[in-house]
């Protein structure tokens, strides 16, 4: 059995896509290593980890949160997650909709900018 560290990791993995892993493990050094294990054992790990939800949700609802926080540098980490989760660009942009709504217009403007720039450099957006 896994301990967290480990399940985060794997989650990580899975759900951010072997290449961010990678670029992220490169990027590791003695000031963010306690940080990057934090978040692996806790946030993926303790969290994503659980089996209460399958890992299509949890993408949604975070990227709801990450509207409401109007944090959007991570919001695009998340969104290339969702897709990875079979979040379909449709659903993406249901939650973004339905996150604008009740976290204020703005949040919601600059969450929609940071995932369309994820969504036009994967070729995922049509013309209108």
């Given at each position: 059995m896994m301990n967290v560290k480990e399940t985060g990791r794997a989650v990580l993995r899975r759900v951010l896509g072997e290449s961010y892993f990678e670029k992220r493990e490169a990027g590791r050094n003695a000031?963010?290593?306690?940080?990057?294990?934090l978040v692996e054992a806790y946030c993926f790990g303790?969290?994503?980890?659980?089996?209460?939800?399958?890992?299509r949700t949890r993408s949604l609802l975070v990227l709801a949160m990450l509207t409401a926080?109007?944090?959007g540098a991570?919001?695009?980490m998340h969104v290339v997650g969702?897709?990875?989760?079979?979040?379909?660009?449709?659903?993406i942009k249901e939650t973004l909709l339905q996150a604008?709504?009740?976290?204020g217009v703005p949040a919601g403007v600059e969450a929609f900018r940071a995932a369309e720039e994820v969504l036009?450099?994967?070729d995922r957006i049509g013309k209108a």
């Open positions: 000031f963010n290593n306690d940080a990057r294990e303790a969290i994503w980890g659980r089996p209460g939800l399958p890992d926080l109007g944090k991570e919001l695009k969702a897709l990875n989760n079979g979040c379909t660009v449709d659903e604008m709504v009740y976290c036009a450099a994967q």
